[in-house]
């Protein structure tokens, strides 16, 4: 079994910056991709980021330039710099990996419990 298990949400105001983190554990073979999607009252989980086990990245055009994804591979960690937060940005933040239990076996995707982030105008 694997566990992520995420930190860094609060209430901030629009303008300031958060850090989240997320750092998976258990059963791990290799992570093929970490990210961060988020959830709105009344909306669809969506996309923020996510980085590959190589370091290439992928962005939602709302966060690209004030959000930086950022991942450790000896640590299993995965972080998202927010800066320049927006009241849009209000969402739960749910950390996600996709990984392997064993070498060549087949893809699992997890996902944390999630941690509220609220900017006031």
């Known amino acids: 079994q694997v566990q992520l298990v995420e930190s860094g949400g609060g209430l901030v105001q629009a303008g300031e910056s958060l850090r989240l983190s997320c750092a998976a554990s258990?059963?791990?073979?290799?992570?093929?991709?970490m990210g961060w999607y988020r959830q709105a009252p009344g909306k669809k989980r969506e996309l923020v980021a996510v980085?590959?086990?190589?370091?290439?990245?992928n962005y939602a055009d709302s966060v690209k330039g004030r959000f930086t994804i950022s991942r450790d591979n000896a640590k299993n960690t995965v972080s998202l710099q927010m800066n320049s937060l927006k009241p849009e940005d209000t969402a739960v933040y749910y950390c996600?990996?996709?990984?392997?239990?064993?070498?060549?076996?087949?893809?699992?995707?997890?996902w944390g419990q999630g941690t509220q982030v609220t900017v006031s105008s």
């Open positions: 996600n990996a996709v990984l392997e239990h064993w070498a060549g076996g087949p893809m699992y995707n997890y």
């Open positions: 258990g059963s791990i073979f290799s992570i093929n991709s």
């Open positions: 980085i590959a086990s190589g370091g290439s990245t």
